[in-house]
């Protein structure tokens, strides 16, 4: 039997798609509702089977839904979820997919109050790609999702949450917003970042040269300027201290290098390589 019989997804792009998708092709719901601004983007997502039906309202997406996603851009998250939860059935619990988490529960305690279940979801898969079209069942097969209850939240509905995404393949942990925003400044958006500046500092005139290395490090930079504009955003205190944390190690690998001081720079490069390879492949 299907873990639900109607599932909204607001904002099927690469994220959202996958979701349908993973849902549809597992049989874990009756029906996945998509719902966007554009009726373009949404005969996409219907065109690649991440959804049964599509709709620009989103009254009529979530007026049946047991289970809600908001997919969108951080900036909209806010937003869609107060539209959602207006409309949708009382019982409906509402999530996200956004990766940042603080300013927009805060935001939401404001305008809902404490008694909508919405309880936050980070699922940490993606590429530098975007749209329907490069959406994929196994998306989040293996890959982390952090979800985000407060104090509120009600456990039985904070556990639904967590059993979806297990569904889908993830592995699940639980953070505070403070935390998860906290790890992943450092983990991902410093990272991209960086990666955007390396990409920017590069002379063109060398890129016919530019090989694996870096090609993988400045892959992220890729990715969708707006969103990332967005994120950095809504956690600029975290990404701030983790750019400080940053700049304190490359003050001190330029100095090595300035100085020659190889006993220095090999601990810096083994600092890295022993931080890195415990990660693995």
Do not use: C, Y
Not at 14 to 26: E, H, K, V
């Amino acid at each position: 039997m299907p873990a639900w019989n109607t599932v909204a997804i607001i904002g099927v792009g690469l994220i959202g798609g996958s979701i349908g998708l993973g849902l549809r092709r597992r049989g874990l719901a009756r029906r996945v509702v998509g719902i966007g601004r554009r009726a373009s983007s949404l005969r996409k997502a219907k065109q690649h089977e991440t959804v049964d039906a599509t709709t620009t309202s989103i009254a009529k997406g979530v007026a049946d839904a047991e289970l809600i996603i908001v997919g969108t851009p951080v900036s909209t998250i806010v937003d869609m979820v107060v539209q959602a939860a207006s409309h949708a059935p009382a019982e409906a619990i509402i999530t996200d997919a956004g990766s940042t988490k603080s300013h927009i529960l805060h935001q939401l305690r404001e305008r809902l109050g404490a008694g909508r279940p919405f309880i936050g979801s980070h699922p940490l898969a993606g590429s530098e790609k975007s749209g329907p079209e490069f959406a994929s069942e196994d998306l989040f097969e293996g890959r982390l999702t952090v979800v985000t209850p407060t104090r509120q939240s009600d456990p039985e509905k904070v556990a639904r949450v967590e059993a979806f995404w297990e569904s889908l393949g993830s592995r699940v942990v639980r953070m505070t917003p403070e935390a998860h925003d906290a790890a992943v400044a450092e983990i991902s958006h410093m990272p991209h970042l960086i990666a955007s500046a390396l990409a920017a500092a590069t002379s063109e005139k060398h890129l016919p040269l530019a090989a694996t290395g870096w090609r993988d490090t400045t892959r992220v930079a890729a990715g969708e300027v707006e969103l990332w504009r967005q994120i950095v955003g809504e956690n600029r205190a975290g990404v701030l201290k983790s750019l400080d944390k940053f700049e304190k190690v490359l003050s001190k690998l330029r100095a090595a290098v300035e100085r020659g001081d190889d006993t220095r720079l090999v601990e810096i490069l083994e600092a890295g390589k022993r931080i890195r390879d415990a990660v693995g492949s």
